[in-house]
């Protein structure tokens, strides 16, 4: 089983890069993001807590995400290729409770990659994001704050991983195209 975490900050592609490596190897994507998104416009209980989160570029709570996670994966079915989870684990506690369940469920995490994007490009595209996506995250005030709540809370993960000797930095600037390739060449390795 080929099971991929992507990560990087806000903007770094990690959304884009996971349906094209979804395409190639066959995984079943598991995006925090996305199912918190769905979760504010369908306004449910979770949603209408998280988005109080979202909206302001917090993180929500871990316990919030960690029991989500842990209903989505137990669900999964089990001959599945693989999974590329997409936007967690986001602190080192879920990155905890990740390998505590992976294990638990005899399974384990094949890599984090880490997609290297400079801050001013990050800011620069989601900005552009923001004129269509209509996501209350994306505006100015917020994306600062998104990318400092990384730096302080998220980044430690990256060492997380490197202490397993389940990480590769991969460089997220070019085309999508040129980011996917770099990508492909480390997962066939
Ligand atoms: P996410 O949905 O994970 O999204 P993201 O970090 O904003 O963006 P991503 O990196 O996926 O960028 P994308 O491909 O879209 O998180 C949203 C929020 O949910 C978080 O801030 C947090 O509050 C909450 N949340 C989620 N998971 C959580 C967790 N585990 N714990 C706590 N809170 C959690 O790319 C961005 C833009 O760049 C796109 O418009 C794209 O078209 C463009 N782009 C991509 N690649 C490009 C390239 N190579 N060149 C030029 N543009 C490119």
Do not use: W
Request: proline share 3%; with cysteine.
């Amino acid at each position: 089983m080929l099971n991929i975490i992507i990560f990087g900050a806000p903007g770094c592609g990690k959304g884009t890069q996971s349906k094209l490596i979804i395409k190639k190897f066959g995984l079943k994507h598991f995006s925090t993001g996305e199912l918190l998104r769905k979760e504010i416009e369908e306004k449910t209980e979770l949603g209408v807590e998280a988005d109080k989160y979202i909206s302001k570029g917090n993180l929500v709570p871990d316990e919030m995400i960690i029991n989500v996670i842990i209903n989505a994966i137990q669900k999964l079915d089990a001959n599945c290729k693989g999974i590329i989870f997409d936007g967690y684990p986001r602190t080192v506690k879920q990155a905890e409770e990740l390998e505590k369940l992976m294990y638990k469920l005899g399974k384990s995490t094949t890599i984090l990659i880490d997609l290297k994007v400079p801050k001013r490009e990050l800011i620069n595209r989601l900005l552009i994001r923001g004129k269509t996506s209509g996501r209350s995250d994306d505006n100015l005030e917020t994306i600062k704050k998104r990318l400092d709540v990384y730096e302080t809370k998220t980044t430690p993960v990256n060492e997380f991983y490197q202490s397993l000797n389940k990480y590769a930095a991969i460089d997220g600037l070019g085309t999508v195209e040129e980011v996917f390739g770099r990508i492909e060449a480390k997962l066939n390795e």
